[in-house]
């Protein structure tokens, strides 16, 4: 065998192993870009999933914002309404006063209330009522103390001398009653 052999022989191995090494380096770098691929592809979704979340959370307090500031303002609104309304009310229920149809209104209010007491009992009025309130109570047979104290557009505040009925008969007492019913009633429907 010549050197010449020998030399070839071993470049021949040379080159085998260097191919060995170059296919298992390769192998390796192919393996370690597809374990990069996958976690950059993993830590992609991850962000992603986070980023989604965070807008729809951020999206779905907007929303509710928005939704709880309409209902704000839609009560706002009704309030408002219903405070025009029962203003106009109370404006025409105080003119009623010095008329007849007032003289039956308030009759009828003040026999309404003095049917509650079977006692000697108070009646308070405006000082422009305590006429009428004398008289009706006159009429009704009703042993009663008439007090001209009350600020009130109209009607009359029946109490017994100990204080423990009272009962109050009065435009302002209606309309607040028929504004409570009258804004639970429109509540009802706008929400509907």
Do not use: W
Request: net charge negative; with cysteine; aromatic share 4%.
């Amino acid at each position: 065998m010549a050197i010449e052999d020998i030399f070839k022989a071993l470049e021949e191995q040379a080159d085998s192993e260097v191919n060995q090494i170059l296919h298992v380096a390769t192998v390796q770098a192919d393996s370690v870009e597809h374990e990069a691929r996958d976690e950059a592809e993993r830590i992609t979704a991850a962000r992603i999933d986070a980023a989604d979340h965070a807008v729809r959370t951020k999206a779905t307090k907007a929303v509710n914002a928005a939704r709880l500031q309409v209902r704000r303002d839609l009560a706002a609104v009704r309030d408002s309404a219903v405070d025009a309304v029962f203003g106009e009310a109370a404006k025409r229920l105080a003119a009623m006063r010095g008329t007849a149809e007032y003289e039956r209104v308030f009759a009828a209010l003040a026999k309404e209330a003095l049917a509650e007491v079977d006692a000697e009992c108070e009646i308070q009025v405006a000082s422009a009522d305590a006429a009428l309130a004398k008289k009706v109570a006159g009429g009704i047979g009703v042993n009663a103390t008439v007090s001209p104290t009350l600020d009130s557009i109209g009607g009359l505040v029946v109490s017994t001398h100990d204080g423990r009925v009272v009962f109050r008969n009065t435009f302002e007492s209606r309309l607040m009653k028929a504004r409570s019913l009258a804004g639970a009633k429109i509540a009802e429907v706008l929400t509907s």
